[in-house]
């Protein structure tokens, strides 16, 4: 910094003195110290900022540095409600009954009708039991003259497909019936005693196995008391 104000100084005072001693006219020593003034006092301006950017430059190294929390503010914690999640209650399976189908669909009249055999599908499932169908292979024949087979009759008694079996042909529904009672230890809904197979399944034997229905002036009935026994 002080190197170009003695440069500056020196140049005004000879610039003065030739200025003195020849007056306004320009000469070649007139002329190069007045360039060399010039080029002292862009020096002078250019030290004088350089001194200013290195004092702020000092000057911001001491100061304190903000803490994080100014910079970016905490944030609040979140708070969630938290709700239990409901507990899904469901209603046990009410006890299992299989049905007679080719005995079923005559208890109302004479003719074989589906439809008895759905009124009982559904007098049974509004007391909470859960029925199942067995029928001869020759059923969907004397329904419909036409073969049928489980989902066939699943669907029309609105039951799930493995709730409705229906045998092969050439071979009687008796047996899979009480086999299916006896596996499931369910009741079995039908007219018929089962006496041929009585050595095969004594069950039949015992009060409350097979369950007596039928139609009463057009209206359903079911042994209700042996069925709850």
Same mark, same amino acid.
């Given at each position: ?19 003195? &001693? ?17 080029? &002292? $006092?862009?020096?002078?301006?250019? @030290? ?14 001491? #100061? ?7 910079? $970016? ?10 709700? @239990? ?29 589906? $439809? ?6 559904? @007098? ?11 029928? /001869? &292979? ?5 329904? $419909? ?8 009759? &699943? ?12 045998? @092969?042909?050439? #071979? ?10 006896? /596996? ?7 007219? +018929? ?22 139609? +009463? ?6 042994? +209700? ?5």
């Amino acid at each position: 910094m002080r190197t170009p104000l003695v440069l500056l100084a020196l140049s005004l005072t000879s610039f003065g003195a030739l200025y003195t &001693a020849n007056g306004p006219e320009l000469t070649l020593p007139l002329a190069v110290i007045a360039l060399a003034g010039i080029a &002292a $006092t862009i020096l002078a301006l250019k @030290a004088a900022f350089q001194g200013r950017n290195l004092r702020l430059t000092r000057r911001s190294s001491h #100061e304190p540095e903000p803490l994080k929390s100014e910079i $970016t503010p905490r944030r609040k914690p979140r708070h969630f409600n938290h709700v @239990a999640p409901k507990r899904v209650t469901r209603k046990p399976a009410g006890p299992r009954v299989v049905i007679d189908g080719s005995n079923v669909m005559h208890w109302n009249g004479a003719e074989p009708r589906l $439809t008895t055999v759905r009124e009982v599908v559904s @007098a049974l499932r509004t007391q909470g039991y859960q029925p199942g169908v067995v029928f /001869d &292979a020759n059923a969907g024949y004397k329904l $419909t003259d036409s073969y049928m087979d489980d989902r066939d009759f &699943a669907k029309l008694l609105n039951l799930p497909g493995d709730c409705v079996v229906v045998v @092969a042909r050439g #071979e009687p529904a008796d047996p899979t019936i009480l086999a299916a009672a006896r /596996d499931l230890k369910a009741k079995v809904i039908t007219n +018929d005693r089962f006496r041929d197979w009585a050595d095969d399944f004594p069950e039949v034997a015992t009060p409350g196995t097979l369950i007596k229905g039928g139609y +009463d002036h057009g209206a359903l009935w079911l042994d +209700d008391r042996a069925l709850a026994s």
